[in-house]
């Protein structure tokens, strides 16, 4: 077994993949992301900006500063931050991710810019920032010692690193088992993430805090539809998932960590 924080990081990462035999049938991507779903929740981030996230960021940004968003979906991260921000970057290696961000930053009256790709693949193409955030990004990034090194040279003044205490899939570990019969993986963990920032030199604080679960609160179609895709089956199993999911739930919140460090 690799010893360093960054290998064990990426070997518990790697158990995640999804069984060989299963993912042959899936009608669909798993892994794919909603930007519909993105943009609904950048939309109630700017409603509710005062997470501990947005507050660790906002502590250290001039008024008219920059903030580069690693990841940056829908927006979420950033958008609140403007103001103070005057200027926000948008990474995301989906062009429609991209697109929506976009939106959402003119509708928000803020300058934004955006760059396709992944990260750190296209840091050298990125601008320093006063503040550079990624939220809810580092348990798709196996190579994770890279990907940090990277957020912190394009920090002027600070990053501020957003992820679940526990993998963010880890919630519907009872659905594999009863719709599957599959176990998942316990690890890794936010204090794994830790320790690899930690043996790049950083010396990262953190907020632990409880964030709403926004399918807790979805109607149950959209329940079904979100697990469905999760565990890659058809909609010929529907039946099924709205069974498990009337026996086990969907939790209404999840533990999270916001993570800083000063450049």
Known sequence: MTATAAGRWAEDLARWAIP???????PQDP????????????ADAVRQPRTPTHER?????????????VGCGGGAASLP???????LVGIDRSADMLAAFSRAAAEHGVAAQTLQGTW???????PDTDVVVCAHVVYNVADL???????TAHARRRVVLELPTRHPLAWLTPYWRTLHGVDRPDGPTSDDAMAVIRDLGPRPREDRWWRPNSLHDAD??????FIRARLALGTDRD????????RIGVPARREVITAWWDA
Not at 220 to 225: F, I, K, L, M, N
Not at 239 to 246: E, I, L, N, T
Request: charged residues 20%; aromatic residues 4%; proline residues 7%.
């Open 145 to 151: 010692a890279p990907f940090v090194a990277a957020l």
């Open 31 to 42: 892994h794919a992301f909603s930007v519909e779903r993105f943009t609904e929740l950048a």
């Open 20 to 26: 060989g035999h299963i993912l042959r049938r899936a």
């Open 81 to 87: 931050l403007a103001p103070p921000a005057g200027r």
């Open 120 to 126: 750190p693949a296209v840091a050298g193409s990125a």
């Open 220 to 225: 149950a179609g959209a329940r079904v539809a």
């Open 57 to 69: 960021a906002r502590e250290v940004l001039p008024e008219g500063g920059s903030v580069l968003d």
């Open 239 to 246: 039946g099924d998932v709205r069974a498990a999911v009337d």
